[in-house]
């Protein structure tokens, strides 16, 4: 088992782990590829060049992260508390855990600096998204400068989907009408 401090140490980990600079992604967002056909005015001389879907690189690791909302870090047996998870248990043997990321009080803040790997302010969550104002850092208007984990493992290859509370949407955003740009769909993540 390993333990990471940040975001950025697990980034250079996972590039690391399956080799992503030898498969030409280590630049994010991928560049458009390059057309590789013939285009000749008789048509019958042009050949056609479809890009590829992006793919993981084979042998890319799965990636399941966990926020557990409202339990402190030493609760879980996992983490040496007393509550029974076997299930983490078992996850935290054969992967990575966190040994090391400060939470803000709620939710919402704590969320958004694990899926960004910024802190809260950065991505305007220093509060719950009810309470946002229209200030820099509490205004909950996550920027499209600052992508989420589930934005770059997409770019990569990977299906994402997010499961559970989201809170991370600003209050007046979060409506059947949206707009849906800071829902988890507009974040990255494929299925919410």
């Not at 993981?56 to 030493?74: E, M, Q, R, T, W």
Request: charged content about 15%; hydrophobic content about 40%; overall charge positive.
């Amino acid at each position: 088992m390993k333990s990471f401090r940040n975001m950025a140490a697990v980034g250079s980990m996972i590039f690391a782990l399956y080799g992503a600079k030898a498969n030409g992604q280590d630049v994010l967002p991928l560049p458009d590829p390059t057309f590789r056909g013939v285009m000749n005015p008789d048509a019958r001389k042009s050949t056609e060049d479809w890009p590829a879907d992006v793919k993981a690189p084979k042998g890319a690791p799965n990636i399941l992260l966990i926020l557990v909302d409202d339990v402190g870090f030493s609760a879980t047996h996992t983490f040496g508390g007393a509550i029974n998870t076997p299930t983490f248990d078992k996850l935290g043997q054969k992967g990575l855990r966190y040994n090391e990321f400060h939470v803000n009080s709620i939710c919402a803040p704590s969320r958004a600096s694990l899926l960004s790997g910024r802190t809260d302010h950065q991505v305007g969550f220093g509060s719950i998204s009810e309470f946002g104002t229209g200030y820099p850092g509490y205004n909950t208007l996550w920027p499209k400068s600052a992508a989420s984990v589930a934005e770059v493992l997409k770019d990569n290859g990977y299906n994402t989907a997010a499961f559970g509370k989201w809170h991370n949407t600003p209050a007046f955003q979060a409506t059947p009408a949206g707009p849906f740009a800071r829902w988890p769909s507009g974040l990255g993540f494929e299925y919410f």
